[in-house]
């Protein structure tokens, strides 16, 4: 008899409905998914930066890109031309200003206070030539350099532009 009475205990059990607990399951994966917010990839980090200005001088009542035979628009422009290549390992492998080598970062700072702090020469902006197997941690060194350099008339030098070297090929002379 005893046997008799657990199996009618054991047909008196409660049933689990899958199909509600897997329906359950989708509903939050479903909502799980569609709220997922990424953050957003290094490429997409958004930078305060100034308000653009003309890279040239236009004079009187011209407008900036009314003359359309000047091919070259920095042609007139006393630019400092600074070479960067990148060894194998993407270190800094050859620095010059000019066609001067300079050994290191902390001998180009010095020969930037040396040159753009002397008022008899009027360099307007500063060109940055860099291979392209350099990494960006010493571009980035190289770009506070720059930023940190003060002008004869007391600004900070602002006018800072980038041309990236293709591989194997040497920096072009000023």
Known sequence: ??????????????????AAMLDMAFQLLTFFILTFK????????SLRLPPPQPV?????????GDDVNNLDPVANLDSLVISVVGDSGGNIG??????NNI????????????????????????IL????????????????VCSRQVLPNGQKLSKLSFVELPTGQAPAAP
């Open 56 to 64: 040239t001088n236009v004079g009187g009542q011209a407008q900036a």
């Open 129 to 144: 030539q860099v291979g392209d197997t350099l990494r960006y941690e010493e571009l980035m060194r190289i770009i506070d």
């Open 103 to 126: 050994a290191n970062v902390e001998q180009l700072e010095t020969q930037l206070r040396i040159v753009l702090g002397d008022p008899s020469t009027k360099f307007e902006q500063v």
């Open 1 to 18: 008899m005893r046997r008799h009475r657990r199996r009618k205990r054991l047909q008196g059990e409660v049933e689990l409905n899958l």
């Open 38 to 45: 990424p953050a957003p990839v290094e490429g997409q980090v």
């Open 94 to 99: 050859s620095l010059a200003i000019g066609e």
